[in-house]
């Protein structure tokens, strides 16, 4: 089994992105995974130097926002020349995409896949879940690990780039 083949017994059927690679030559190509629940965008040849690949899932018809997400961290990970760490924030201060409330990324594991998804061999695989403000504001504040907690406990649907937050700076998590 390939490495593509690992992504899409987890992710579904897949195929590579007809378009230029992220670091401008043939090294990092993008593929598309799609099922009846997500659609997944991932890196094949960030392995070879950083020892691991990324994955950004989110829900159908969010196709742009997901292959967008993944292609600006891999362009932060080229130009900073080494990978991302399991719970790194990577914030930007104005909406990443447009309509939504969407202002950083938490690097981590696949928030819905089993354990096995995020390893192949000695490659892991780092997944891209979307954030608000307010919640990396809570990252911040208390780390990364109690804004995952809050997840656990709350549930949103962190594949979902038009989601609320479900934590507001004033008054803490938000009731749902």
């Given at each position: 089994m390939d490495f593509t083949d690992h992504l899409a017994a987890h992710l579904g059927p897949g195929a590579a992105?007809?378009?230029d690679s992220p670091d401008g030559s043939a090294a990092v190509v993008i593929w598309r995974f799609e099922n009846d629940e997500s659609v997944s965008f991932a890196t094949a040849g960030l392995a070879e130097p950083f020892g691991q690949e990324l994955v950004c899932s989110v829900r159908p018809g969010q196709d742009g926002a997901g292959r967008f997400?993944?292609?600006t961290a891999v362009?932060?990970?080229?130009?900073?020349?080494?990978g991302l760490e399991n719970l790194q924030i990577i914030r930007n201060n104005q909406p990443l995409?447009?309509?939504?409330?969407?202002t950083g990324l938490l690097v981590a594991t696949h928030p819905y896949l089993p354990a096995e998804f995020n390893t192949f061999?000695?490659?892991?695989i780092r997944s891209l879940i979307p954030l608000t403000d307010p919640e990396i504001f809570l990252a911040d504040a208390y780390g990364a690990d109690v804004l995952t907690g809050l997840?656990?406990?709350?549930?949103p649907d962190l594949l979902d780039v038009t989601r609320a937050p479900v934590f507001d700076r004033r008054s803490g998590p938000i009731e749902n």
């Open positions: 992105v007809p378009a997400l993944l292609t362009e932060l990970v080229l130009k900073g020349a080494r995409l447009a309509r939504t409330g969407i061999g000695e490659v892991e997840f656990e406990q709350e549930e």
